[in-house]
């Protein structure tokens, strides 16, 4: 103390100490601040963990509510069915006397459940609603589940749903939409997603509060390192004050000050820093981008996603989703615009950024890579894809997409693509289809044409995997008629010399042989693949036709001499009819391409439609509406509005027993459908029409004043006789030059069911 107190030292130590209380305080004050970012990180990480357990309780409330009102609507679905069956015993067969009719009894049934199903559906709402008021009263921040989406972001229909939804059951949730469920593609997907609004807006506050905890924790370390700074330095100065720090006192209390100065600019930067609170708007408007998702609404997924990052930019799961939404808006990377395309790269980048290492995001990063890359010819662009996905394969080695768009880089990269088609084909190999889809678009590209051969090689090898195991193309009872021997060669055409009409149909694509060698259909396979141009951003773009019961794609049966050599693949049943384009067809025998063949195609614009109940689809004009006397299960079909033209399907299975003739059953049921059909029918002529590949088919057509009905016969796998008839103006079956009858489009769209014999 005699030194330190020494006359010349004695302004040195008054600032030693000075300086000592000033960095104590500052210690204190980031001591508090740091006990504040803990204090605020404990609470985030609470709330997290309500809305997780939130989420989790409506998830299993409105998941239990949701299928109980699907569970009552297929019930009085199938009271309607059982109505429609008692109602063709009645009308085709002979039910036993003395009892009361079946069929207004099942009706009024059906009528019941879904009466009772209305009420249930208020009622299961309005305690889901109560109990949701008890738990957010619990909450920390309970408003947040009633913020709206943001500024431009208005509340779309489902927004309101919630409990709400579920007051409206199914059935007459659809007949609202003007469709009933039987015609809604999306059916119960479409009423299952608008409810989970609520589920996605809570696991993004989950997500978002989780965030926030982990930002705190990042401000409390940080706080910790200036804490740590702040009581080096107090030693410094304190040391340079003792005798053993005398001779080097101003060289302690100068880096005793550079610490201070250090940690407190730190403190600044840590307090500017300081994580902000997530925007419940923002969360908002994420749940309405997923659900527009989930119902396929592309466009209005991209604007509610484009509101949540607005407001909250470092939100990576908003990003992920508006990536994905962008490249939904085409089929393929390969239709998409350049804008579009740099759009879901720039999103899938920033959510990678972000630290979100989802294997979807590095599966949407690379493909948006692969195709800029064949569009510009970089093959640099290729490589940082494979990468990508060769991380996202460590991530999710059991997901078959990302195994064949790795293969898919490897073919253009010179690596290893058999072994990795190989384990590609070991996880799904039904995704060979649309790799085949993908390496003809490939070659479409500039990056594509330098490597043809490939290519090429590539397609047979995915082609060879699709087919191996299946049935042969014929039997030992049909020989073959095109001469075996050499390596295998086939002349297709897409066009039929006989009638100077194209193959392609709303609802079939047709092809024939005309020649070649080397292909026995007693022993070897042959694997069909469509393809039909579409209209793409850049250059050419192929959609592959997928399989559907009967085809396209895949094995092709019934090569027969009888048939002249023409082999068929119907593809209706698909969810639409064909187009007129241009269509592109590959024979592979035995995995080895032998044909090919590319013709314009012109084709009547028909709509779709499926019959569920009857096992059928088909395709009509779009003016044509459901026909006026429809019983579900029974008689199904569509009609034009003036009652000129329709098409029905029958269900004839009450109208005679399995022996009976097929000519016979359809004649009687005929005569009893009373006046569904137009009068004066007469003079039966059979037709050789192979009636939907059903057993037992029989067709014919007869005439009436003016017009013509065309009827098939058939029992599909499951013992049903179902019958399928057209009836229109002698107009609509007349051919035009090269353009078949508008009857005769419709007629086989008909037939085309997924029974099969």
Same mark, same amino acid.
């Given at each position: 103390?005699?030194?330190?107190?020494?006359?010349?030292?004695?302004?040195?130590?008054?600032?030693?100490?000075? &300086? =000592?209380?000033?960095?104590?305080?500052?210690?204190?004050?980031?001591?508090?601040?740091?006990?504040?970012?803990?204090?605020?990180?404990?609470?985030?990480?609470?709330?997290?963990?309500?809305?997780?357990? %939130?989420?989790?309780?409506?998830?299993?409330?409105?998941?239990?509510?949701?299928?109980?009102?699907?569970?009552?609507?297929?019930?009085?679905?199938?009271?309607?069915?059982?109505?429609?069956?008692?109602?063709?015993?009645?009308?085709?067969?002979?039910?036993?006397?003395?009892?009361?009719?079946?069929?207004?009894?099942?009706?009024?049934?059906?009528?019941?459940?879904?009466?009772?199903?209305?009420?249930?559906?208020?009622?299961?709402?309005?305690?889901? +609603?109560?109990?949701?008021?008890?738990?957010?009263?619990?909450?920390?921040?309970?408003?947040?589940?009633?913020?709206?989406?943001?500024?431009?972001?208005?509340?779309?229909?489902?927004?309101?749903?919630?409990?709400?939804?579920?007051?409206?059951?199914?059935?007459? &949730?659809?007949?609202?939409?003007?469709?009933?469920?039987?015609?809604?593609?999306? %059916?119960?997907?479409?009423?299952?997603?608008?409810?989970?609004?609520?589920?996605?807006?809570?696991?993004?506050?989950?997500?978002?509060?989780?965030?926030?905890?982990?930002?705190?924790?990042?401000?409390?370390?940080?706080?910790?390192?200036?804490?740590?700074?702040?009581?080096?330095?107090?030693?410094?100065?304190?040391?340079?004050?003792?005798?053993?720090?005398?001779?080097?006192?101003?060289?302690?209390?100068?880096?005793?000050? =550079?610490?201070?100065?250090?940690?407190?600019?730190?403190?600044?930067?840590?307090?500017?820093?300081?994580?902000?609170?997530?925007?419940? +708007?923002?969360?908002?408007?994420?749940?309405?981008?997923?659900?527009?998702?989930?119902?396929?609404?592309?466009?209005?997924?991209?604007?509610?996603?484009?509101?949540?990052?607005?407001?909250?930019?470092?939100? &990576?799961?908003?990003?992920?989703?508006?990536?994905?939404?962008?490249?939904?808006?085409?089929?393929?990377?390969?239709?998409?615009?350049?804008?579009?395309?740099?759009?879901?790269?720039?999103?899938?980048?920033?959510?990678?950024?972000?630290?979100?290492?989802?294997?979807?995001?590095?599966?949407?990063?690379?493909?948006?890579?692969?195709?800029?890359?064949?569009?510009?010819g970089d093959q640099g662009q290729v490589l940082e894809a494979r990468g990508l996905l060769g991380r996202a394969r460590r991530l999710d080695p059991r997901d078959p997409t990302i195994a064949f768009n790795y293969a898919e880089d490897l073919v253009l990269l010179?690596?290893?693509?058999?072994?990795?088609?190989?384990?590609?084909?070991?996880?799904?190999?039904?995704?060979?289809?649309?790799? #085949?889809?993908?390496?003809?678009?490939?070659?479409?590209?500039?990056?594509?044409?330098?490597?043809?051969?490939?290519?090429?090689?590539?397609?047979?090898?995915?082609?060879?995997?699709?087919?191996?195991?299946?049935?042969?193309?014929?039997?030992?009872?049909?020989?073959?008629?095109?001469?075996?021997?050499?390596?295998?060669?086939?002349?297709?055409?897409?066009?039929?010399?006989?009638?100077?009409?194209?193959?392609?149909?709303?609802?079939?694509?047709?092809?024939?042989?005309?020649?070649?060698? @080397?292909?026995?259909?007693?022993?070897?396979?042959?694997?069909?693949?469509?393809?039909?141009?579409?209209?793409?951003?850049?250059?050419?773009?192929?959609?592959?036709?997928?399989?559907?019961?009967?085809?396209?794609?895949?094995?092709?049966?019934?090569?027969?001499?009888?048939?002249?050599?023409?082999?068929?693949?119907?593809?209706?049943?698909?969810?639409?009819? #064909?187009?007129?384009?241009?269509?592109?067809?590959?024979?592979?025998?035995?995995?080895?391409?032998?044909?090919?063949?590319?013709?314009?195609?012109?084709?009547?614009?028909?709509?779709?439609?499926?019959?569920?109940?009857?096992?059928?689809?088909?395709?009509?004009?779009?003016?044509?509406?459901?026909?006026?006397?429809?019983?579900?299960?029974?008689?199904?079909?569509?009609?034009?509005?003036?009652?000129?033209?329709?098409? #029905?399907?029958?269900?004839?299975?009450?109208?005679?027993?399995?022996?009976?003739?097929?000519?016979?059953?359809?004649?009687?049921?005929?005569?009893? =459908?009373?006046?569904?059909?137009?009068?004066?029918?007469?003079?039966?002529?059979?037709?050789?029409?192979?009636?939907?590949?059903?057993?037992?088919?029989?067709?014919?057509? +007869?005439?009436?004043?003016?017009?013509?009905?065309?009827?098939?016969?058939?029992?599909?796998?499951?013992?049903?006789?179902?019958?399928?008839?057209?009836?229109?103006?002698?107009?609509?079956?007349?051919?035009? @030059?090269?353009?078949?009858?508008?009857?005769?489009?419709?007629?086989?769209?008909? =037939?085309?069911?997924?029974?099969?014999?």
């Amino acid at each position: 103390m005699e030194t330190v107190l020494e006359r010349h030292k004695h302004r040195f130590g008054q600032f030693v100490a000075i &300086a =000592i209380v000033v960095t104590t305080l500052l210690a204190a004050l980031c001591e508090y601040v740091e006990a504040g970012s803990q204090s605020a990180q404990r609470d985030s990480l609470t709330l997290a963990q309500q809305w997780g357990a %939130f989420s989790t309780q409506v998830a299993h409330e409105e998941s239990g509510a949701q299928q109980l009102l699907l569970a009552r609507y297929y019930r009085a679905n199938e009271d309607r069915l059982a109505g429609g069956w008692a109602t063709g015993a009645a009308r085709f067969g002979s039910p036993p006397s003395g009892q009361p009719p079946a069929a207004p009894r099942w009706m009024q049934l059906a009528a019941m459940v879904e009466k009772d199903s209305v009420n249930l559906a208020a009622d299961t709402g309005r305690e889901i +609603q109560a109990i949701h008021r008890v738990n957010e009263a619990s909450l920390l921040d309970g408003e947040a589940l009633r913020a709206g989406d943001g500024p431009g972001c208005p509340l779309p229909p489902w927004a309101g749903s919630g409990p709400d939804h579920l007051r409206t059951p199914p059935a007459v &949730a659809h007949n609202a939409l003007g469709e009933g469920a039987d015609q809604d593609p999306f %059916f119960p997907r479409r009423y299952l997603v608008d409810d989970r609004r609520e589920l996605y807006q809570l696991a993004g506050l989950r997500d978002a509060a989780n965030t926030e905890a982990a930002e705190y924790e990042k401000r409390f370390r940080r706080y910790a390192v200036s804490l740590a700074t702040l009581a080096v330095a107090v030693f410094l100065f304190g040391y340079c004050l003792t005798p053993h720090g005398h001779h080097h006192r101003k060289l302690y209390a100068l880096m005793a000050g =550079i610490f201070v100065a250090g940690a407190s600019l730190w403190g600044v930067y840590t307090a500017v820093r300081s994580p902000h609170r997530i925007s419940a +708007q923002a969360m908002g408007a994420y749940a309405d981008g997923r659900v527009a998702f989930d119902r396929g609404d592309f466009p209005t997924a991209v604007r509610y996603l484009t509101c949540a990052v607005s407001q909250e930019p470092g939100f &990576a799961p908003a990003w992920e989703w508006r990536a994905q939404a962008y490249g939904g808006l085409a089929q393929t990377f390969y239709e998409l615009p350049p804008r579009d395309l740099a759009h879901a790269l720039g999103d899938a980048q920033r959510a990678r950024d972000l630290g979100l290492q989802d294997p979807l995001v590095l599966n949407t990063l690379s493909a948006a890579f692969f195709t800029r890359g064949l569009r510009s010819g970089d093959q640099g662009q290729v490589l940082e894809a494979r990468g990508l996905l060769g991380r996202a394969r460590r991530l999710d080695p059991r997901d078959p997409t990302i195994a064949f768009n790795y293969a898919e880089d490897l073919v253009l990269l010179g690596g290893r693509w058999k072994a990795a088609y190989e384990t590609a084909t070991g996880l799904d190999v039904s995704e060979g289809v649309y790799a #085949l889809e993908s390496l003809q678009n490939d070659l479409e590209t500039p990056l594509g044409r330098r490597h043809r051969d490939v290519i090429s090689a590539a397609k047979q090898y995915v082609a060879a995997a699709l087919s191996r195991g299946s049935a042969v193309a014929g039997t030992d009872d049909n020989p073959p008629v095109i001469a075996p021997g050499g390596a295998p060669s086939l002349d297709a055409t897409l066009f039929d010399h006989s009638t100077g009409q194209s193959t392609i149909s709303p609802a079939q694509a047709e092809f024939f042989l005309l020649g070649g060698h @080397g292909f026995d259909p007693r022993h070897d396979r042959l694997y069909a693949a469509w393809y039909a141009q579409v209209p793409g951003a850049v250059g050419t773009t192929w959609k592959i036709l997928p399989p559907s019961p009967t085809g396209p794609t895949g094995p092709v049966t019934g090569l027969k001499p009888a048939d002249g050599g023409r082999l068929f693949s119907l593809s209706s049943g698909r969810g639409d009819c #064909l187009t007129s384009g241009t269509y592109r067809l590959e024979l592979y025998v035995n995995g080895v391409l032998a044909g090919e063949t590319t013709q314009q195609a012109h084709v009547t614009s028909l709509e779709h439609a499926a019959l569920p109940d009857m096992n059928f689809s088909m395709c009509h004009p779009r003016a044509w509406r459901r026909v006026r006397d429809w019983t579900p299960g029974l008689l199904e079909g569509y009609q034009d509005p003036s009652g000129a033209a329709a098409a #029905l399907v029958v269900d004839a299975t009450p109208a005679g027993r399995l022996s009976d003739p097929p000519a016979a059953v359809l004649h009687a049921v005929l005569r009893r =459908i009373g006046g569904t059909l137009p009068r004066g029918l007469h003079t039966p002529v059979a037709e050789n029409v192979v009636f939907g590949g059903f057993c037992k088919h029989y067709a014919e057509e +007869q005439s009436f004043p003016g017009g013509t009905l065309a009827a098939g016969i058939g029992t599909d796998a499951g013992g049903r006789e179902l019958i399928g008839l057209l009836y229109g103006p002698n107009s609509a079956f007349a051919s035009h @030059g090269s353009a078949p009858s508008l009857a005769g489009d419709i007629f086989f769209s008909l =037939i085309s069911s997924q029974g099969s014999c």
